[in-house]
């Protein structure tokens, strides 16, 4: 198989003190090399937490307790050591964060903040080099007068800005795998959709596999070809995009759908905080690739 | 740069006008407490008319606000008035004494600076582990206790029981250094003298470590607190996303965004120490501004009064002006501010 990313009956809990608190119950999720996958649900319902298993940070917390493979080119990031699982970040993966303009650091340039990043591929690259590479990263996302940004700090810069600068840092290095954490969900809809829209553009150029995490069903339509729906801890429903719309089959999935905003005004829907028929099996559309 | 001219220009000008204002302070409340200076000065003896020439001579007769004039124009020369208390110029005594106060406080805050803040990273770094808890139980106990008591307890332990250090003084008594600064460490080296050097260190050492102890434990908690905040900014997670190794995280991504609200208050810190310095060095008999100035106040001495509160009021002053600079240029958000602003 050439699966990028390959999460097999993966369970996260936490434990405190006094209890353990479940989170992800058991979560089968596969992206192949340069496909676009959306991860879909409400807030709390494991989304975040398993992009951060993905990148291997979790694990490094001590209340968490990770179960299952989580198989990345192969190997299995949940057995992997600190080290290895730190070396795989930032050069085979990479993550976008939903604020782009507070993730990026206040009292470095946002020069000096992509020379680190294009370090951690290649700790030896010349100054020259690496000037040649950012300002070239930075045209490729668009950015008007490139040296000008490159001397500037992230608050001298406007929130579209900083996040095409996110999205070409998280590029630079060539990762196979791209997280993006509700991306832009911090800037206004239009520069959202921008940003989107070139982030599509730049990782199907780059053939890199994107988790594309996110609340907004409209945005995930637009950008992924498959789709998984989380409810708290359990994938209730997957499939291609087009057929998942089409025909959402899980009472969840219905829910979701039924609760995005119509403009035709019949005020706003309401999804029930729980319900019974949200626990029904999971539905899978089609044939997995 | 311009920007951080302009800062310096307008510190500077605020600076003038506190410097007018405390002048003014401590000139009226030298001259409201009670007792006579002159009667003090000359003794339980001296007759009527010997206090009253004396008390002409130092224009105490006449009104405050004449006698201010007449010191701020004294003033303007450079001319402190005389000390009834070393019957020399006030300008002399503070430029003996001053210089063992400075160097004692200057090593005394690069100490506090040099192991504070990288005790404050460990913590931050380590947070909730064994590290953290052991540099904030010595903060703690290092806060707890002024500097004088410190001194006390560093003197039983390192000079008395255990007799590493001297225990009281500047230099061994058998050196001749010839006085250029007045700081006996730069001295030493200047005049090529190792062995005087290694005195004159070896005496500083336990009244700069006591002086410093508590600073140590305000900057490590201060640095530790603001840095846990900065731990928890997406570019925190954002650097661990990129696999940045932790421990340059802490010393670089974290610290740096974290160390410009911890830099006021460590600038407040070591400008106190001025103030704590009196009564440390009443501990270790060291020959500083301190014993100076508490036998001035005692003999009611107004010149030599004025003189140790203007200058101790300036040093604040000037530490406070380079902490402003050090922030802007930490700060890229205030630095480019100030530009446009100007």
Known sequence: MSSVLNINNLTLSFKTLMQRVDVLHGIDLRIEAGEKVALVGESGSGKSVTARIILGLLQ???SAVVHGSVLFDGKDINTLTRKERAALRGTAMSMIFQDPSSSLNPVFTIGHQFT????RREAKISQADCKKRCLKALIEVAIPEPARVLSSYPFQLSGGMNQRVMIAMALANQPSLLLADEPGTA???SVQAQTLKLMHKMVTNHNTAVLFISHNLGVVREFADRVYVIYRGNIVEDG?????????????????????????????????????????PRVSHGVNP | MASVIGLLFRRLLIS???????????????RVIPGDPARIALGP????????????????????????AQFLSDLSRGDLGTSLYTNRPVTTDIVQFLPATLELVFLAGLIMVLVGLPLGILAARYQGRWPDHLVRILALLTVSAPG????????????????LFPIAGRIADIHEVQRITGFLIIDTLLAGNVAAFGSAIHHIILPAVALSLSGIGQAARLTRANMVE????PYIEMAHAYGFFPNRIARSYAFKPSLIPSLTIIGLDFAAMLGNAFLVEAVFAWPGLSRYGVAVILRKDLNAIMGTVLIIALTFLIVNIIVDLLIAFLNPRIRYSTREAS
Do not use: C
Not at chain 1, 116 to 119: D, G, S, T, W
Not at chain 1, 254 to 278: C, H, K, N, W, Y
Not at chain 2, 47 to 63: G, N, V, Y
């Open chain 2, 230 to 233: 900065t731990y928890k900014k």
């Open chain 2, 16 to 30: 003038f006008i506190v410097l007018i204002g405390v002048s003014m302070l401590i000139f009226a409340i030298a």
């Open chain 1, 60 to 62: 490094e917390t001590r």
């Open chain 1, 116 to 119: 680190e990043v294009l370090k």
């Open chain 1, 240 to 280: 291609p995009t087009a057929a998942l719309f089409a025909n959402p089959t899980h009472p969840y999935t219905r829910a979701l759908m039924a609760a995005v905003p119509r403009i035709t005004g019949t005020g706003l829907p309401q999804v029930p905080e729980f319900s019974d028929e949200f626990l029904a």
């Open chain 1, 187 to 189: 800037l206004d809809v």
């Open chain 2, 148 to 163: 004088f008591v410190w001194a006390v307890i560093l003197m039983l332990l390192f000079a008395f029981y255990l007799p």
């Open chain 2, 45 to 68: 003896n001296a007759k009527a008319e010997q206090i009253e020439q004396l008390r002409a001579e130092m224009h105490l007769d006449e009104s405050l606000p004449v006698q201010y």
